[in-house]
């Protein structure tokens, strides 16, 4: 059953003038144009039918209406390309098509070009929606290819275009989700395998991936041991230690006694996507020194004074660009700065915290 891709419209009445000097609407020759090919099967209208639209209206189509014709032929060829096969009768079609519009060899390549480039280009997205490129797909783009004739330029500028498309979405939405498991990055090396691509990103994208894998080792693996210089208890171990930190006491802190409460999502959120700026400006400098981590406490050897919090006096933890802020069962509550791995020591801290409430 033949579908009607063009609609019937109604003719434009003539004017008071052109009523007055007995003569027709000139849009009306395209219109009636547009009717034939909405009324019957391309493969019986002649040239001789549009020959006498031409003559009634007193015009050559293809001078006064091209880009309409342009478009009837662009219709139709979109229409044949739906399922991505032109069968025999698509292509006797198409030339019966380019022969009454008048439509010359170089116009109907071009038109084929340009929407071949849409088509080709949607069923290559819908052909490694599932992350892979199997043959079969593969055979079914070529046939596209080659029934509209595109250059193989175009061809695999719209391959790369897509299969990197799709790669760098897969990679925003890991770090949108803030969650970078093994499964997913080798769900990412067989995406690239299957397109036969490198897995490339831009600076950003590749720091924040290498974020997001050193983030799901400090919450799932188990945390490794550093040396400790300083005395601690036989229970203890040190998971982390950096010699350059900075106590801050927070000013105009109004305490209020909650449970402890962190999202560890929110942390990441928040050291993923922030700026190594300062931006902590209410807080009375104490002292520089060096920091550790163990599993019970947090230890600051300053060089005039020394700060021992233990984990269960912590009430929540507020990421800063350059360190954390640490509230706790006192009024003076503390801003810890650290100019690197700020993040790493508060996702650490966190899950310590919770191990031991």
Known sequence: MRVNIFQNVPLVKPSFFQKLFKQLPIENSVIELNNLLAIYPISEISKKRVAEIEKRYQIILKDEFKLNLEEFYAVYLNHCLEEGNLKDEDFDNLNHLRLILSLNDSTAKELHHKIGEIVYKNFFEKAIANGRLIRREEDFLEKIENDLELPKQTVNRIS?????????????????????????????????????????????????????????????????????????????????????????????????PVDYNSNVKELKRFYLNTQKTNNTVYTKYIDSGSLYLTNKRIIFIGRNKNLNIRFEKILRLTPQSNGIEIDKETIKSVFIKIYNQADEFSLILDRLIKQIK
């Open 160 to 256: 790369n275009d897509v299969k990197m498309g799709f790669i760098h979405n897969y990679a925003n939405n890991i770090i949108r989700d803030l969650e970078l498991t093994p499964n997913k990055e080798q769900e990412l090396q067989n995406i690239a395998e299957s397109f036969r691509i490198d897995l490339k990103f831009d600076k950003e994208t590749t720091e924040k991936l290498a974020r997001l894998h050193l983030y799901w080792k400090l919450q799932n693996l188990p945390l490794p041991t550093v040396s400790c210089n300083i005395e601690i208890q036989k229970s203890e171990l040190c998971y982390f230690k950096i010699d350059s930190a900075q106590w801050h006491e927070l000013k105009n802190y109004k305490h209020k």
